[in-house]
């Protein structure tokens, strides 16, 4: 028999997703935009070992696997799927991507704000 759940695909952005508690045997999508071309990592944080994802491009084409990824991407959407083996536990799992966003060039938040508070009228 084939027992299957379907259920939209969570939006996720740079950092760590939501939490997820999944059975053995599951999985969850997550999906994220790409806006300019580049590296790109993905990977999930559990607390299994055996949490697994999968990279998967808009026309579902396989990127690639592993519990952490690293890939020169093409803009476009992305498919994030974290999956557990059947043979294993339930799982705590949160995805997670980096390099969406580029990183900041300007002085740290703590030093702009301590900046402004001295130089306050």
């Known amino acids: 028999t084939l027992e299957a759940l379907v259920s939209p695909l969570v939006e996720v952005g740079e950092g ?3 939490e997820h ?5 599951a999985g969850v999508a997550f999906r994220f935009p790409v806006t300019r071309p580049g590296p790109v990592g993905v990977g999930v944080r559990s ?5 697994l994802t999968s990279l ?7 990127v690639g696997e592993g519990v952490t990824q ?4 093409a ?14 536990g ?10 969406l ?21």
Request: charged residues 20%; without cysteine.
């Open 75 to 88: 803009p476009g959407t992305y498919t994030l799927l974290v999956h557990l083996p059947a043979d294993v």
């Open 56 to 62: 998967l491009d808009a026309t579902g084409r396989l």
């Open 16 to 18: 760590l997703g939501p």
């Open 90 to 99: 339930p799982a705590r799992v949160r995805p997670a991507v980096v390099g």
């Open 101 to 121: 966003e580029q990183p900041s060039t300007g002085p740290p938040e703590e030093v702009v704000r301590q900046y402004l508070e001295e130089n306050q009228p």
């Open 47 to 51: 607390s299994s070992p055996h949490a």
């Open 21 to 25: 508690l999944l059975p053995p045997g």
């Open 70 to 73: 690293r890939h020169d991407l």
